[in-house]
């Protein structure tokens, strides 16, 4: 089994970086090569939110370079935190993950994120499963980060004076 932990400080309250992942439409999302859509929103805070998820993976996976996970959201404590559970391909693996928000106050916000990794089939394990969690990881943080100041920006000029979004 892999572990991967990675944290990044954003421009924007845990409430802003909240709203950005929980949404409650159904539809498709993308951000570079990496596409959500939202099969299931769930309840009213978003657990048991459903979601499958397109993004890239090595090309010696002979997968064309796509990876697919099916994701389930758990545990959801609004606007602190959330598990998710997934399983996904080329590799037939699972994963489950944590995110949590940390208030830096002065409008920062610290993202935490921590998941686990675990293919199934054991020769793929020994030959596989660190070097495709390595290139998953490395590619969830720089889109992690990229996609949440992206949004905070988006949402900024939204409310139509570039400054904080009204809470």
């Not at 940390?102 to 199934?120: C, I, K, M, P, W």
Request: glycine share 10%; with cysteine.
């Amino acid at each position: 089994m892999q572990e991967h932990n990675y944290s990044v400080d954003v421009e924007g309250t845990p409430q802003e970086v909240w709203s950005l992942f929980w949404s409650h439409r159904s539809g498709k999302r993308s951000h570079g090569d990496v596409t959500i859509e939202i099969l299931h929103p769930g309840d009213t805070t978003g657990e048991g939110l459903v979601r499958h998820c397109n993004f890239p993976v090595p090309s010696w996976l002979l997968s064309g370079g796509k990876g697919v996970s099916w994701e389930w959201l758990t545990e959801v404590d609004p606007p602190n935190s959330w598990r998710y559970d997934a399983i996904g391909k080329p590799l037939w693996s699972k994963a489950s993950g944590f995110t949590r928000l940390e208030d830096l106050g002065d409008g920062h916000t610290r993202v935490h994120f921590r998941e686990t990794y675990h293919a199934f089939n054991p020769v793929m394990r020994l030959l596989f499963e660190r070097r495709v969690h390595r290139a998953i990881s490395k590619s969830n943080d720089s889109t992690l980060a990229s996609s949440i100041n992206a949004g905070l920006k988006m949402l900024r000029e939204r409310s139509g004076n570039g400054g904080r979004v009204a809470q």
